[in-house]
């Protein structure tokens, strides 16, 4: 029986663990943290990676679940992170190995052995111990490290990344700069609004900004509805309607997008033209230098903070590997199914992806394949630079050249890819539900 290393008891991991326990491996799964969960663990504590005290999701129920173990009917379209967090944590306990995860163990060092299996250090309680593994899958998630923006000048105030971002409290009555506009940097804006004296949003380019809920569905499920439809024909009609529902940026003092809709990952927000119009927020340009606690914007407006925080994502960091082994922080990730390394044929990455929807769904499909192939039951590519390649080649959609946009897919492209590797009798009616899994 197959040994299989697992770690990070996040939403990617958990259901690695379950699939991969499913088919009858012998798995140890290691948490750093003492529960399961990853970010979606609320520690108001900074240094921690985790969500905001008001963090909802910002995908929607029904394709953010796992197919064999559905959502509570009581949960609202956005859940919070409270019970997500309950979620991941039921799923653990439901299908019977929560108590089998090494919590608090956080693996320091992996090197892969002669005979292809992988030698591992795991620090629990300041003690190292190293243990060899058949299998290494790796789920330690790819937004935990921050990417710190650099600027011509020094900042005389706060200057913090989103990462330590845990509550507006400390915000009040301050004058705040947000740098981004991403999912979280928007976030970040509407709460400091709230009570800080004021917030003002910093942008480098304009960016599409969705609304969580479009024709009286949750976008993401209109979207789906959507799907068939041809990308170029797709990609114009969401950007109509969006103009059509909410209007558009300039007309607002946001930037114009100088992409199309999916060439970055658009922002899913329903407060940010609300509190805009609202004079809560100002839109600001991208940054050109700073003078003590003054910053000077690209259009030659200056304005005074108090603290600046910066939502510009994060490093894909692996700390655990040699960097001359594996190193996946700048340039193109080149995984196939964005998870099987050219090289080493028993390691495995799941969850290192960032869908045009919700990961979850799709990391349990990976994770399924993954245990199909330490069975013996399904075959990777005989040319996997070739097949790689190709992959990298044809992205779902053009991406524009930024460190957040090395590892997109789009949800239902990927999910029918990733589906085309698994049994056609393993898919009921109902695409998303499984009708089984392995048997020990």
């Known amino acids: 029986m197959s040994k299989v290393c697992v770690i990070g008891a996040g939403p990617s991991g958990v259901t690695a663990a379950k699939n991969l326990i499913d088919a009858g491996l012998d798995v140890t799964i290691y948490e750093k943290n003492d529960e399961v969960g990853g970010n979606w663990v609320y520690n108001s504590k900074t240094g921690h990676s985790s969500v905001f005290k008001t963090t909802h999701i910002i995908s929607s129920k029904k394709l953010s679940e796992y197919a064999d173990y559905p959502m509570p009917e009581d949960y609202p379209d956005y859940p919070s992170h409270e019970q997500l967090a309950a979620y991941f944590q039921n799923y653990a306990k439901h299908f019977g190995f929560y108590d089998t995860i090494q919590f608090d163990s956080e693996i ?44 011509p000048g020094q900042f005389s105030g706060e200057f913090i990344h989103s990462h330590d971002f845990k509550t507006s409290d400390q915000f009040k009555n301050k004058r705040v700069l947000v740098i981004g506009g991403g999912n979280s940097a928007c976030d970040v804006a509407v709460e400091t609004s709230r009570v800080s004296e004021y917030t003002h ?4 380019r304009g960016y599409w900004i969705v609304p969580k809920f479009l024709l009286g569905k949750p976008s993401d499920a209109t979207g789906e509805k959507l799907s068939f439809v041809p990308t170029k024909l797709k990609v114009k009609g969401f950007e109509w309607l969006l103009n059509f529902l909410q209007g558009k940026n300039e007309d607002i003092g946001l930037q114009k997008p100088d992409h199309d809709i999916f060439e970055t990952h658009p922002t899913i927000n329903s407060e940010l033209y609300y509190f805009v ?61 964005k998870m099987m390394h050219p090289r080493f044929d028993s390691l ?17 499909l990976q994770s399924k394949i993954v245990a199909r192939e330490i069975r013996g039951e399904w075959k990777r590519p005989d040319d996997m630079e070739l097949a790689i390649k190709k992959e990298l080649e044809n992205p779902d959609y053009k991406q524009l050249k930024s460190p957040r946009h090395t590892v997109t897919v789009d949800y239902h492209a990927f999910r029918k890819r990733l589906l085309k590797e698994l049994p056609k009798d393993y898919v009921q009616k109902e695409p998303r539900i499984f009708e089984k899994s392995y048997e020990h």
């Open 348 to 364: 495995y990455f799941v969850g290192l992806f960032q869908p045009l929807g919700c990961i979850w769904p799709l990391a349990e």
């Open 201 to 204: 949003l910093s942008w480098r």
């Open 277 to 337: 119009r609202h004079g809560k927020i100002a839109p600001k340009m991208d940054i050109e230098r700073f003078e003590g606690d003054t910053v000077v914007f690209k259009d030659g407006s200056k304005e005074e903070y108090d603290v600046i925080v910066a939502c510009t994502g994060f490093k894909i960091t692996h700390p655990f590997f040699n960097k001359h082994l594996i190193d996946y922080s700048e340039g193109d990730v080149p995984l196939y199914l």
């Open 108 to 151: 320091v060092d992996a090197q892969p052995t002669a005979d292809g299996k992988w030698e591992v250090a795991v620090r629990k309680n300041g003690m190292d111990t190293s243990h060899v593994y058949d299998q290494f899958v790796v789920c330690n998630g790819h937004h935990w490290n921050p990417r710190m923006p650099e600027y």
